[in-house]
């Protein structure tokens, strides 16, 4: 690589932000043509998804036919979320076909890995594909790893269904929210809550007030928390009772939020004031006050 090459690379996205389209089309076309030698910098393939979203159509028609040509360009979740937003909102046709593809591409060839690590049988590249499909939106391919024999893979699934936040999801996050390993639940629970525990979970959430495990159980008060108060409170004033500090606490802090709107609950946390725990009590106090 000359140094001239080098220095239009290094220089290629102040040269993007320049007001002259003529000048962004040509730091594009520099950027092309070191990525045909190998010699463009990781990144570039952001740098082209981004450049779909330009407001001129020669820089967006550079940006389209480099992505088109280019044998493997790299995309991280940067260049991937520019891509499904050309795709969605393009500014024409030919951004919108071409950021279709490459994402189609892309999914195709996360879902083609995740099935060659679940053969070879290595969690970590099972948890890579699933990441890879969470960025790329495929719900149905991340919610299909529900099953998977690896504890850490099913929570990468919870925590992937949580940030995709998409109803088709909620079956899967429903079958992992009963999941034998209750690392898995917390991670379930965690997802629900931050869902704000739409209604096909309420019923798991509900019921994992009353598991074995009181981490289990102190992540459902969390979770509740998020809940409509119709669904929530009545589970919530049971937790008040429960054997384990920690959830009794917090349940105290997950009834709050109800205690000037609701009766049941100030009689719920009036009488917590006789809890044998200072720290439960002083947090009934708080909530009352």
């Known amino acids: 690589m000359t140094h001239t090459t080098r220095l239009r690379l290094d220089q290629a996205e102040e040269l993007l932000r320049d007001p002259d389209p003529a000048t962004r089309a040509e730091a594009l076309a520099a950027l092309t043509r070191a990525a045909r030698t190998g010699e463009a910098p990781r990144g570039t393939g952001d740098t082209f998804a981004w450049a779909l979203a330009d407001e001129h159509e020669d820089v967006r028609r550079v940006a389209a036919d480099a992505l088109r040509d280019l044998p493997e360009l790299y995309f991280g ?63 149905a391919r991340v919610a299909e790893a529900a099953d998977d024999p690896s504890r850490e893979v099913r929570v990468a699934v919870a925590e992937g269904l949580a940030r995709l936040a998409r109803p088709s999801g909620l079956p899967a996050l429903e079958h992992l929210l009963a999941d034998h390993d209750p690392v898995v639940r917390i991670a379930a629970l965690d997802a629900a809550a931050d869902l704000g525990v739409p209604e096909p979970l309420e019923g798991r959430v509900v019921t994992a007030i009353a598991h074995a495990n009181w981490q289990v159980r ?69 909530s009352l006050a």
């Open 218 to 286: 102190r992540h459902a008060v969390r979770a509740l928390a998020e809940a409509r108060p119709e669904v929530a409170v009545q589970p919530l004033v049971k937790a008040l009772r429960d054997r384990t500090v920690d959830v009794r606490r917090a349940a105290v802090q997950a009834l709050e939020q109800w205690a000037t709107d609701l009766p049941e609950v100030v009689t719920a946390l009036t009488e917590t004031l006789a809890d044998p725990d200072p720290g439960v009590r002083t947090q009934a106090r708080w």
């Open 77 to 139: 979740d940067d260049g991937v979320d520019a891509l499904l937003l050309a795709a969605a909102d393009g500014r024409d046709t030919t951004v919108r076909e071409t950021a279709a593809d490459l994402v189609g591409i892309l999914a195709k060839g996360a879902g083609e890995l995740y099935a060659q690590g679940f053969e070879d049988d290595e969690p970590h590249v099972r948890i890579q594909a699933v990441l890879g499909l969470v960025a790329l939106r495929e719900v």
